[in-house]
């Protein structure tokens, strides 16, 4: 299975979107790709994102998987063709 690529939306010193990484890590291992992207560089991102962080986006589809998420959730996002 080939694993979509995503972004997390997050910022520096958020300690949930550290825990989202840390959920994230060992799906990176298997190759799933992942880029960072802090909401502090865009005023439009901290307004849909700012109390939402972090958030997961497939970049193909555009869909977003909030947290709280676990691994098993993450996969099941990962593994849906549109949500």
Do not use: K
């Not at 949930?16 to 560089?41: F, T």
């Not at 972090?54 to 996969?75: C, K, S």
């Amino acid at each position: 299975m080939s694993l979509p690529e995503c972004q997390l939306f997050g910022t520096l010193g958020c300690h949930l979107c550290e825990q989202a990484e840390e959920v994230l890590m060992p799906l990176v291992e298997y190759g799933l790709m992942v880029e960072l992207i802090d909401i502090a560089e865009n005023v439009e991102w901290v307004e849909v994102y700012g109390l939402r962080i972090p958030v997961l986006r497939r970049v193909d589809t555009g869909a977003e998987l909030d947290w709280p998420f676990e691994a098993g959730q993450v996969v099941s996002f990962l593994q849906c063709a549109t949500q």
